[in-house]
């Protein structure tokens, strides 16, 4: 089926056009300065589900702690996680790792080179293989993204609908037919450019596109209505409640999440499942069996945080205990607040860190006034 897809089709024409548009006009972008394989995997994974501007600091900051994939396999989770912290999507780093420790004990330190055995790699999917063989060693390996399948369905005239696993299959395969053979890491970059910059999901720039004249899509005046694709459900809805809880000491009490699941391992205030009309009961209940007693003060805060396929309603409340050194599980301490910087939290509880901060710069301009 792929081959009726490229028959007839101007493949040398679209491959020239493609590549040479990339090399005049590519943005000059930190990773785009090496061919160092960990440098442009690490890139990679930073830039799935994120927004290159956003991307730029993070990475720079990242090569600048862990330059080798050395540093990154032997560093220490929670170092990875604060280096992470505001980019989300936290199993990224966490298999980034794995997988480096993987090339250190499987591939002696040196990121494979072909897709079977990169493939085998922790969090190394079918684009992520494609991206660093064809970027990094020149092979000609397909790198299918949102971006690639999008000018692929208007320059193809594909209507299959993106969002099934057996359309991105079906890309793939035309890839090896249609990728640049001479150039693959200028083909592969090129249809990623091209996605981000010209032929966008919304008002695609036909006008300026380098292979306009082969687009069967701009031919047939249906560029608006490819790809295909079938909407998403809407997020769950979650209500929770979180307790910063502060002794006479000034510190607050922060537990780490599970080792598993969503935001994995990341650091948060106490927090809980439970309707509005039940929070306050829940929060009792949550500290029921600890040495402490807690005494709850006010809702002082509402966050909402949206993820991909679930989105949290955190009430926030205030509360405080007696001079207690000890803590209510084995993955909680107390701590400064001036020092809570030093952990990584997930999005929704450094907002709640910003404005407690926030309100302790008020209360102590308040004080002032006072004297």
Not at 119 to 144: D, F, H, Q, R
Request: aromatic content about 10%.
């Amino acid at each position: 089926m792929s081959q009726s897809y490229v028959e007839d089709f101007s493949q040398k024409t679209f491959q020239v056009a493609l590549v040479e548009w990339f090399h005049s006009q590519k943005r000059n972008l930190p990773w785009r300065q090496t061919s160092d394989p960990y440098k442009i995997w690490v890139s990679e994974i930073m830039l799935q589900q994120t927004r290159v501007d956003t991307v730029i600091p993070y990475y720079q900051a990242f090569i600048r702690q862990f330059p080798t994939l050395l540093d990154l396999a032997k560093a220490d989770e929670d170092a990875i996680l604060k280096a992470w912290e505001g980019l989300g999507y936290y199993s990224r780093v966490r298999n980034l790792q794995k997988a480096a420790q993987q090339v250190l004990e499987q591939f002696n330190g040196v990121v494979p080179d072909t897709r079977e055995e990169i493939s085998s790699l922790k969090g190394v999917g079918p684009y992520t293989a494609g991206a660093i063989l064809s970027i990094a060693y020149g092979k000609a390996e397909p790198a299918v993204d949102g971006n690639v399948m999008r000018v692929l369905a208007r320059v193809l005239l594909v209507n299959d609908d993106i969002a099934k696993p057996a359309t991105r299959k079906l890309f793939e395969t035309i890839l090896y037919d249609l990728i640049h053979k001479e150039d693959p890491s200028g083909f592969n970059q090129g249809l990623m450019e091209l996605g981000a910059l010209i032929c966008t999901p919304t008002s695609p720039g036909c006008l300026i596109c380098p292979v306009q004249q082969v687009c069967r899509a701009y031919s047939a005046g249906k560029q608006d209505e490819l790809p295909v694709k079938s909407k998403k459900k809407k997020p769950k809805s979650k209500e929770l409640a979180a307790t910063i809880v502060q002794n006479d000491n000034g510190k607050v009490l922060i537990e780490k999440r599970p080792e598993n699941g969503l935001l994995a391992r990341l650091w948060q205030f106490p927090m809980v499942e439970a309707r509005r009309d039940e929070q306050v009961n829940a929060i009792y209940e949550q500290f029921a069996t600890y040495k402490f007693s807690l005494k709850l003060e006010d809702k002082v805060q509402e966050v909402e945080h949206v993820f991909s396929h679930l989105k949290w309603t955190i009430d926030v409340y205030e509360g405080t205990v007696g001079n207690q050194s000890s803590t209510y599980t084995s993955e909680s301490k107390w701590v400064e607040i001036e020092r809570l910087e030093d952990y990584a939290f997930p999005v929704s509880h450094q907002k709640i860190i910003e404005a407690l901060k926030e309100r302790q710069q008020f209360e102590k301009k308040m004080k002032g006034y006072g004297r």
